[in-house]
C-alpha cells in the first residue's frame, strides 16, 4: 500500500535561513508519482511540483529546491533563504501510476513551516 | 483564468439537512475528484470522476454522493449530514490520470455540522 510519511509535524525558521522539509514515501509501483503542495494560511492548495519515479534529477525553481532519491525513497524540499511568506503547510504527495481506473494522491500529513521575522 | 471552483466557502448547517457543495472547472478536465482534510489526518479521498458519467468511490466514501453529468461541475452531496462530516473539502481536477501538470484543487469548503 502507499504511504507518504512528513516526520516533521511543525519547523520554526529565522527568515533568511535555509529549511528542508522531509518526505518519505512507501511504494510497490515502478512507476509513481510525487508531488509538494502548500498550503498557505488562507486554506487552498498550491501545486508546486510533480516528479516522476524515472526522473531523478535535482530541481530548482528559484529559491525551491527538491531532491528525489530513490534509493531511500525520499522526496525532501529546500526553501533557501526563507522568507515570512513561505509560512505555510506544506503536504508531500504520492501517486501510483498502476492503480487500475484512479490514482488517487495520497498526502502525508503535512508539515507546518513557520518563518519569523 | 484557469480555475477550479468550489461554492460555498464556508457552510454551517445543521444534521441531517441535505446540503450540495458545488465544484466547477473551466479546463476541460476529464479527471475529477473529492478530499476532505481533517486536522492530524491530512487529506483523504472521497470520490473521484474519469469522465463524464463515471464515478467511483475513493478511501471514505460513506455519507456522500457525486455526480458527473457534464464534464466540468462535480457536486458533492451529503444526502443527511452529520458531525463527523464537520471537514474542510477539495475538489481537484486534472487534463488526465498522469497529467504533468498535476491536479489543480479549488479553494476550499469550510462545513461545520451542528
Known amino acids: 500500500a502507499q504511504k507518504v510519511t512528513q516526520a516533521q509535524t511543525e519547523i520554526s525558521v529565522v527568515e533568511k535561513e535555509d529549511v528542508t522539509l522531509d518526505c518519505v514515501y512507501e511504494t510497490r509501483d515502478t512507476t509513481y508519482y510525487l508531488f509538494w503542495y502548500k498550503q498557505p494560511p488562507s486554506g487552498e492548495l498550491v501545486f508546486l511540483i510533480r516528479?516522476?519515479?524515472?526522473?531523478?534529477q535535482n530541481e530548482i525553481s528559484g529559491r525551491y529546491s527538491w531532491n528525489f532519491q530513490k534509493s531511500t525513497s525520499s522526496f525532501n524540499f529546500t526553501i533557501t533563504a526563507s522568507q515570512v511568506v513561505d509560512s505555510a503547510v506544506y503536504f508531500c504527495?504520492?501517486?501510483?501510476?498502476?492503480?487500475?481506473?484512479?490514482?488517487?494522491?495520497?498526502f502525508g500529513k503535512g508539515t507546518r513551516l513557520s518563518v519569523i521575522a | 483564468e484557469a480555475q477550479v471552483t468550489q461554492n460555498p466557502r464556508y457552510l454551517i448547517t445543521v444534521t441531517g439537512k441535505k446540503l450540495t457543495v458545488t465544484c466547477s472547472q473551466n479546463?476541460?478536465?476529464?479527471?475529477m475528484s473529492w478530499y476532505r482534510q481533517d486536522p492530524g489526518l491530512g487529506l483523504r479521498q472521497i470520490y473521484y470522476?474519469?469522465?463524464?458519467?463515471?464515478?467511483d468511490k475513493g478511501d471514505v466514501p460513506e455519507g456522500y454522493k457525486v455526480s458527473r453529468k457534464e464534464k466540468r461541475n462535480f457536486p458533492l452531496i451529503l444526502e443527511s449530514p452529520s458531525p463527523n462530516q464537520t471537514s474542510l473539502y477539495f475538489c481537484a481536477s486534472s487534463l488526465s490520470l498522469n497529467s504533468p501538470g498535476g491536479y489543480t484543487f479549488g479553494s476550499g469548503t469550510r462545513l461545520t455540522v451542528v
Open positions: 470522476s474519469m469522465n463524464v458519467e463515471v464515478t
Open positions: 516528479r516522476n519515479s524515472f526522473d531523478e
Open positions: 479546463m476541460n478536465h476529464e479527471y
Open positions: 504527495a504520492l501517486s501510483e501510476a498502476a492503480r487500475a481506473g484512479n490514482t488517487p494522491l495520497v
